[in-house]
């Protein structure tokens, strides 16, 4: 049989009792502490006094002389009627009762805050209602604060938000449900309880979790689902470099999609092609698709024959590009197969904005861009004309060699385009607003061309029914005004004789475009170069002489009904109506020369 003997070492011995020293002198350090903190508390003194002291007054030396928060109705302290005060070293209470002596409010100290109510009209204190100043903090799962976080409480309009800090404060009656809402964040409702600190940590959503885009019809799906080729761009991206057309924005931004912009001046059209798609329709632009609504091609198109006709631009060159959200470019076989056919070429979806949930807020931009030309049609600049055989300058080259004289830079002007844009924003949990006006003026580098546009946009979304019914209203007014816009014919293209026009030719001379003609009493265009097919026009006169005027008013107004059943099922029916009224005034100068 073995015995184990136990022994005490003095060792340990010595260590114990230098640990329960320890713990005392912390107990005693903490009790002190404890008891200094307390002193401060309830030793707070107020000393006042001043006659004919109003009640703002009153709580302000409070505030100043304590640590005490105010919670009052601004309409209390314009109806509390001044007193004598007087007191010295007096607690907040005795203050309080001094003050409140004949008049009709009551108050509550809570947390250290004092909460001031109304008095019933038979004199009883108003307190079926106890508010309780509720504070707290917001965290995601990973401990971090969360800025921004929407706090309200359920039934009423009283809203605040998470400091950079995640802190929050607001007040509440016992039994309140308070709604914690975040963008990406998974709802939560808490009951206020006798707890005056609720503290909240939020869960991410799925769709916060994952990069989520907008397909056909408006539908969001996550970007990984996906079996076709999308790219996403937000409104900012857009409108980093602003032009009338928006469309000319998204050079260089999406890959494999490329911008051709016509010769036709401001507020041309543009076609918008994805590599690889071609058409034997001669049509392969891109579909366009708004708030999922696709937008018809109002391109007009330049007829073949010497007066060239017009572009008034296409339909999707009117929209404000500051109204936008993001657009998502969609390529594929299968990225348009709800569009049909007419999206085979490709879509490109436009999300508008709307109003957010939140304070009321107001944007505005400014934006002015300055633009020369950039690259010029290559001619030999070496050789002069060659030999003419009536007295009429020939407008052929391979003359004899002699230096150039002429840069067809000088023709052109310095292009200033002026993009001004405000919008005001607002909405809450029911309804939220947008409103938004622009205006485009621009001057383009061909002499007279001048662009005047001016958008307006309402937008209203409201829930119904407990938030089952989404009702979207969008309204749209444009009214565009084009002057001098270049024409692709002989008769309204300036640029023709600007490129052929001899190089060792006096191009200044052609700037007194017109000379009076007394056999048929009245100015005609001076050009005098060229013969029979040789005849072309002076830039100049062109410019200044043929006038035409396009004017366009076109309103939009859309409509999306949206009822949820569940959360996975939904029914949703979209309705638009797009009407534009197109005005062009176009005038030949009938001392122009015929070149046809």
């Known amino acids: 049989m073995k015995f184990s003997t136990l022994r005490k070492s003095r060792r340990n011995s010595a260590l114990r009792d230098q640990v329960l020293r320890i713990m005392k002198l912390v107990i005693v350090i903490m009790i002190t502490a404890l008891l200094q903190v307390s002193a401060s508390s309830f030793g707070q003194r107020i000393t006042l006094s001043q006659k004919k002291i109003s009640l703002k007054q009153v709580l302000k030396e409070i505030r100043k002389q304590s640590n005490y928060s105010i919670l009052c109705d601004s309409k209390i302290l314009q109806q509390a009627k001044p007193v004598d005060l007087q007191v010295k070293d007096a607690s907040v209470e005795e203050v309080l009762n001094d003050f409140f002596i004949n008049q009709p409010f009551n108050y509550v100290i809570a947390q250290n805050t004092i909460v001031i109510n109304r ?46 800090n995640g802190a929050y404060s607001i007040v509440a009656n016992k039994g309140d449900i308070l709604i914690f809402t975040y963008v990406g964040y998974a709802t939560q409702e808490i009951a206020v309880g006798d707890n005056a600190i609720i503290n909240v940590t939020l869960k991410e959503t799925a769709q916060g979790l994952s990069d989520v885009v907008v397909t056909a019809l408006g539908i969001k799906r996550e970007a990984s689902s996906l079996t076709y080729n999308v790219q996403r761009l937000n409104g900012s991206t857009v409108n980093d470099v602003k032009d009338p057309s928006f469309i000319n924005s998204l050079t260089g931004k999406v890959a494999g999609l490329t911008i051709n912009k016509s010769a036709s001046g401001l507020g041309g059209s543009t076609k918008a092609v994805f590599r690889g798609n071609k058409s034997i329709s001669q049509n392969n632009n891109a579909l366009y698709v708004v708030d999922g609504i696709p937008l018809p091609n109002l391109f007009s198109g330049q007829p073949g024959d010497p007066f060239g006709g017009g572009d008034g631009g296409d339909g999707i060159s009117n929209i404000n590009p500051d109204d936008i959200e993001e657009i998502s470019a969609l390529s594929g076989a299968s990225a348009a197969a709800l569009y049909g056919g007419q999206a085979a070429n490709g879509v490109i979806l436009i999300t508008t904005k709307k109003g957010k949930v939140g304070a009321p807020k107001v944007s505005f931009s400014s934006n002015v861009t300055l633009e020369d030309p950039f690259i010029l049609p290559k001619f030999q600049n070496k050789y002069g004309q060659s030999p003419s055989t009536t007295s009429t300058p020939s407008l052929f080259s391979w003359g004899p060699k002699q230096a150039s004289i002429f840069d067809p830079k000088s023709f052109f002007n310095t292009g200033k385009t002026f993009n001004n844009s405000v919008s005001f924003m607002v909405g809450n949990e029911k309804s939220q607003s947008y409103f938004s006006a622009a205006s485009v003026n621009a001057e383009g580098i061909i002499p007279g061309n001048k662009f005047n546009r001016y958008n307006f946009t309402a937008r209203n979304s409201t829930n119904y029914f407990n938030d089952k019914l989404n009702v979207d209203v969008s309204v749209s007014y444009i009214n565009q005004r084009v002057n ?113």
């Open 119 to 164: 008095k019933t009209d038979e004199g009883n204190l108003l307190i079926q209602k106890t508010f309780l100043p509720i504070k707290g903090k917001l965290t995601d799962e990973k401990g971090e604060p969360l800025v921004g976080v929407s706090v309200s409480v359920k039934g009423q309009s009283t809203v605040t938000q998470t400091d950079a």
């Open 484 to 596: 001098n816009r270049p024409g692709q014919g002989q008769y309204k293209n300036p640029i023709i004789s600007l490129f052929t026009f001899p190089r060792t030719g006096d191009f200044a001379a052609l700037e007194n475009y017109q000379y009076y003609n007394p056999t048929r009493n009245l100015f005609q265009e001076y050009f005098p170069y060229g013969l029979g097919n040789e005849r072309q026009r002076n830039p100049y006169y062109v410019a200044n002489k043929d006038l035409s005027t396009e004017n366009r008013n076109r309103f939009m107004a859309s409509a999306t009904l949206k009822y949820n059943f569940t959360d996975w099922l939904n029914l949703q029916g979209r309705v638009k109506i797009d009407r534009t009224n197109d005005i062009n005034d176009q005038k030949y100068d009938a001392g122009g020369i015929d070149v046809y």
